[in-house]
């Protein structure tokens, strides 16, 4: 940056400007701000690497140092993560729901964002007024009312379970897709594919193309956000929950808190937060070969974007 | 998640409304009619299905009736035979009688506006820092701010559990100045640095996105003309940042009126807010209308928020 | 080549395809006047009507909703047999015993209280093979054919070595127990920690313990609403734990109120076997089955002596017992019945109580005078211990009639939000 050109234009300038506290250089970086950035940085970290070591206790506190072991990941024949069953199968819930959900909301969201940026006119607005709308509303109220939906008006389908759950995240989790590709398509503009189109290609070729990949970076985006925010889901999963196997591990979290929990619990979030930046490591990386040579998009305008 | 047709919008990077109108004008000639609106179609279906008919089904249930037995929800799904009974109920617990639903709804606005404002302190010094001072620091920075998304709500929140406990390591550092405090019985101070914790990041990036896009040259401006850094804070920084400031509050306040899972774990029933009351009325047998008029008055309450934020991006992304 | 669809014409063919389908049969369902309706819930017709409600001084004997399976029904090979039941309410390793003596395999659906666990039942969120009701769901259960009749040819256990009271001439809410098998029986009392709190102060405090403001912060009350006003109820000299009067339920929700608005206290229903243990209270309500298994949940190096327990011996305390039951749902209701008779053998039952569970199972073999010295319950626990008299005196709850059921969960939603 241009920090260090401001700093010499700054010796230049007088520092009446502002009360002097005896400071030589007014415009030189703020302890202040730099110290709450770290305190909050901290913060923001250390619980969750606190709760992760904890895994790794050898009594059954998770606020009390009793020793290192492996007994919560291996050793204890019931409850540890390798011997109880259960923990296993939340964690297998919440990558099936995440992946089911990316495949469906991602295409459905693109789809509505290609042609939400084209079509023009009243219905377009409507449509586009309710997607809005789904993007903003609190989870808690789309929860609910999905829960009085497939308990009350489509029990009969059995829809109970994993489906439910897909269909609500779905639901909750097409507008962020929608926003994330409406953005980048706002930045194309459609000279590509009439270019494309003059040279002889069909609107479907056009579009697969010429279009797809021009959007590539801002549909990987969205493939790492719906992912990231549904495997984490809790208020619709919990309450479209059937039985046990349909629990994803942010359920059998809020359970365990709420009963006897043990380290393993910790074992089990340790294992998907790992999950969870594997895949956004490989999502990163893939988003930086995909938009080589593209501009606009960095690091920095993406993470603004989410 | 924050304000992106917002920020994309001041990019600059569109290459300006007539041409665009233009192309797709000239386009519509290449492309029947039904085209670009099939791809809107199936996201809209669903959204009509999953969406729009749920809230109907609320409001079947909330002015239906209930099955004596065991109390279930008998949803009326014909408005003519729809009765306003238990909603009244509902409503007349927030105010008349016992009022026994007036305490958690006040304490819900309580929380929701201390925990959006300290976000927005704590944010907006973070998101500053990182916009003009982070230097070579700032990936890493930004990395560790981006992280909370991708670590599960709930276990950021059972870590802070774990933490509070009574012999917990909380207490251990508070015990060098007074004596241990039991963080967990009921107390506003943790359920709101909870809710904190958990939504202040939807506060920083946009603020961060805000601040890192306003023109160096206006502060440069500033600084030449004798001003300042609190001055220009004030009449430059502080006024371009302003939409985002809103639309991160409304961001981070909206899922706060919702919530009950912060205060399942960190507090009691004595700091429970109206997500709780909905999440009991929900999870018990027996009280499916008044679950279903809850969450209409929860609807209610958060409309006016929702449909600021919308008309704000609608105009943010008008201008594009 | 273009087709001139207008957009109208669209949309509303697709919205009317969409909508007609699953919402057809509730519509036509719907298409009388509601409350004529009675059939809700578990979604079949009531075969039955209107069952009387149980109590000690009337039995009912449950009228058969349908024919028990045949008894020489195949046991379902390689199921999965689906339990639904409390949080940590059965031994893990006899679990895995019943899953490797029939070579199937359990999943273990759990409710943190019974309202919720219904409540997932009843709307058919849960299909479970098996089912752990309190007795005062069990007459609405079965009215609703929720739940089907056993075959006592299928759990011989039943007969030889649970108390005979409970097949012959069988507990008051299911005489002959035709439904039902008993799980295990607790007293309802006061836990405490024996390192803060004397033993002849609990005893001279009795339900006082729960609201000495010398304890505040460190009180834990159960997330049940029949068991925490019940008990309220009893400290405010109220004997009958299913009475309407309003003053009576008024009482006591104030009572509740002032534990967790003046005493910092809370209501949860882990307290006294997974917290007390752990020090983060100090007196809790208890049932007799957590204070005894609350003995596993202690740090290394604590002995069980800190665990102690208060229960009334010269007046009417709260005693009941849980049930095993087998939902019409069922996918394997001949591995139920094994499941049942398992949990029922003296091997396995007595493995999961004196192990792990701590809830004393209702069995001839198992008595209540050697719990002690056999070193399954701990000595200071004496009160702890049920025995088979205790029911004659003690104080039941029985299934309360909609208006007064209405009065309760009014009192306890005011409770939950802080009053």
């Known amino acids: 940056m241009s920090d260090t050109v401001l700093d010499r234009v700054a010796e230049g300038v007088s520092s009446k400007a502002t009360p002097s506290r005896g400071l030589r250089n007014p415009w030189r970086k703020p302890w202040g701000l730099r110290l709450v950035t770290i305190g909050y940085l901290a913060w923001s970290v250390l619980p969750v690497v606190i709760a992760v070591i904890f895994s790794f206790n050898s009594g059954r506190s998770r606020s009390t140092w009793q020793g290192f072991s492996l007994r919560w990941w291996t050793q204890d024949p019931f409850n540890s993560l390798f011997n109880d069953p259960s923990l296993r199968a939340a964690m297998f819930q919440s990558l099936k729901l995440s992946l089911l959900t990316v495949l469906i909301a991602v295409p459905l969201g693109t789809a509505f964002a290609i042609g939400i940026d084209r079509w023009h006119g009243r219905p377009a607005r409507g449509s586009n007024f309710l997607m809005l709308l789904s993007f903003v509303v609190p989870e808690m109220i789309l929860g609910v009312s999905l829960f009085l939906l497939f308990t009350q008006l489509l029990q009969g389908l059995g829809l109970s379970g994993t489906p439910a759950q897909i269909l609500g995240l779905v639901t909750f989790q097409m507008s962020y897709a929608v926003v994330i590709v409406r953005a980048r398509m706002l930045s194309i503009g459609p000279e590509y594919e009439e270019a494309a189109m003059d040279l002889g290609a069909t609107p479907g070729r056009s579009i697969r193309r010429v279009l797809l990949p021009l959007l590539a970076p801002a549909i990987l985006a969205s493939v790492a956000v719906v992912f990231a925010d549904s495997i984490d889901n809790f208020v619709i999963v919990r309450y479209l929950s059937g039985s046990a196997d349909s629990e994803p591990l942010s359920v059998k979290i809020y359970s365990a808190a709420r009963g006897s929990p043990t380290p393993a619990v910790n074992a089990a979030a340790t294992v998907m937060l790992l999950a969870t930046v594997g895949a956004v490591v490989v999502g990163y990386l893939l988003y930086r070969a995909f938009s080589k040579g593209q501009r606009g998009d960095d690091v920095t305008s993406i993470a603004s974007q989410v | 998640m924050a304000g992106a047709e917002a920020t994309t919008s001041t990019t600059g990077e569109r290459r300006g409304a007539g041409r665009a109108d233009e192309a797709a004008g000239r386009s519509g000639a290449w492309f029947p009619r039904w085209y670009w609106p099939s791809f809107t179609v199936p996201g809209t279906a669903w959204l009509l299905v999953l969406f729009v008919l749920p809230f109907y089904t609320v409001m079947s249930v909330a002015f239906g009736t209930v099955d004596p037995l065991f109390r279930t929800p008998l949803p009326v799904y014909q408005p003519w035979w729809w009765s306003f009974d238990t909603f009244g109920e509902t409503l007349r617990k927030f105010y008349a009688g016992d009022a026994i639903y007036q305490e958690p709804l006040l304490r819900t606005f309580l929380y929701v506006i201390s925990a959006s404002l300290l976000c927005l302190v704590i944010g907006y010094a973070v998101a500053y820092y990182t916009a003009r001072y982070a230097g070579r620091f700032r990936i890493v920075i930004l990395i560790t701010l981006v992280a909370p998304f991708f670590i599960s709500y709930l276990m950021r929140i059972y870590a802070w559990q774990s933490l509070l406990q009574p012999d917990g390591y909380i207490n251990d550092v508070w015990g060098l100045v007074g004596d241990p405090v039991t963080w967990l019985a009921g107390r506003p101070v943790t359920v709101i640095l909870g809710l904190v914790y958990g939504y202040i990041p939807f506060m920083i990036l946009p603020l961060y996105g805000s601040l890192d896009r306003i023109d160096q040259s206006m502060l440069e401006a500033g600084r030449d003309l004798g001003a300042g850094p609190w001055q220009t804070f004030r009449r430059v920084t502080l006024p371009m940042s302003k939409p985002a400031i809103l639309a991160g509050l409304v961001i981070v306040s909206l899922p706060m009126f919702g919530d009950y899972y912060t205060n399942d774990l960190l507090g009691s029933e004595r700091t429970s807010m109206l997500g709780n009351v909905i999440d009991d009325a929900v999870s018990q047998s027996g009280r499916g209308p008044e679950a279903g008029s809850l969450t209409i008055v929860l609807m209610l309450i958060v409309v006016i928020p929702m449909i600021y934020y919308l008309r704000e991006t609608r105009r943010a992304a008008g201008h594009a | ?419």
Not at chain 3, 135 to 150: G, H, K, N
Not at chain 3, 250 to 261: M, P, Y
């Open chain 3, 1 to 419: 080549m273009e087709r001139r669809w207008s957009r109208r014409q669209f949309l509303g063919r697709a919205a009317g395809g969409a909508l007609a389908v699953p919402s057809l049969a509730a519509i036509l369902a719907a298409c009388q006047k509601p409350g004529t309706d009675t059939s809700g819930g578990g979604g079949a017709e009531a075969t039955t009507g209107p069952i009387p409600i149980a109590t000690p001084e009337n039995p009912v004997e449950l009228p058969l909703n349908g024919e028990p399976i045949a008894t020489d029904t195949p046991i379902e090979a390689g199921a999965t047999l689906q339990v639904y039941n409390w949080i940590d309410y059965m031994y893990k390793k006899t679990l895995k015993a019943f899953e490797e003596e029939y070579d199937v395999t359990i999943e273990w659906t759990t409710f943190n209280n019974m309202e919720e666990g219904v409540q997932k039942l009843v709307a058919g969120q849960v299909q479970p093979d098996v089912f752990f009701p309190t007795t005062d769901y069990i007459s609405r259960l079965v009215e609703r054919d929720l739940i089907q009749p056993l075959n006592h040819e299928l759990i011989p256990n039943l007969g030889s070595v649970v108390w005979p009271s409970f097949t012959d001439p069988g507990p008051f809410y299911d005489l002959g127990a035709r439904y039902t098998v008993p799980y295990t029986i607790y007293t309802t009392g006061v836990a405490y920690r024996r390192d803060r709190v004397d033993d002849a102060d609990a005893v001279a405090q009795a339900y006082d313990l729960l609201w000495n403001p010398e304890y505040a912060g460190e009180i834990a009350y159960y997330d049940s609403y029949r068991d925490a006003i019940g008990m309220a109820l009893i400290r405010n000299g109220v004997t009958d734990t299913n009475t309407n009067d309003p003053a009576a339920i008024d009482a006591a929700k104030e009572s509740i109120l002032e534990i967790v608005n003046d005493l910092d206290g809370q209501i949860r229903i882990n307290g006294t076997y997974a917290k007390l243990p752990e020090g983060e209270f100090t007196v809790s309500q208890s049932w007799s089955g957590d204070i005894v298994g609350a003995q596993w949940y202690l740090p290394k190096g604590t002995s069980w002596d800190v665990l102690g327990y208060w229960y009334p011996d010269d007046e009417p305390g709260m005693i009941g017992n849980d049930t095993i039951v087998i939902p019409t749902t069922a996918q394997n209701p001949r591995l139920a019945h094994e499941f049942l008779n398992f949990f029922l053998s003296e091997e396995h039952g007595t493995e999961n109580f004196a192990s792990w569970n701590g809830y004393q199972p209702p069995f001839t073999s198992l008595e209540p005078a050697n719990l002690i010295d056999e070193g399954i319950v701990p000595p200071a626990l004496d009160r702890a211990v049920v025995t088979e008299n205790m029911f004659t005196t003690g104080l039941i709850q029985s299934q309360l009639p909609p208006e007064d059921d209405k009065l309760w969960l009014d009192a306890w939603a005011e409770i939950q939000t802080g009053g």
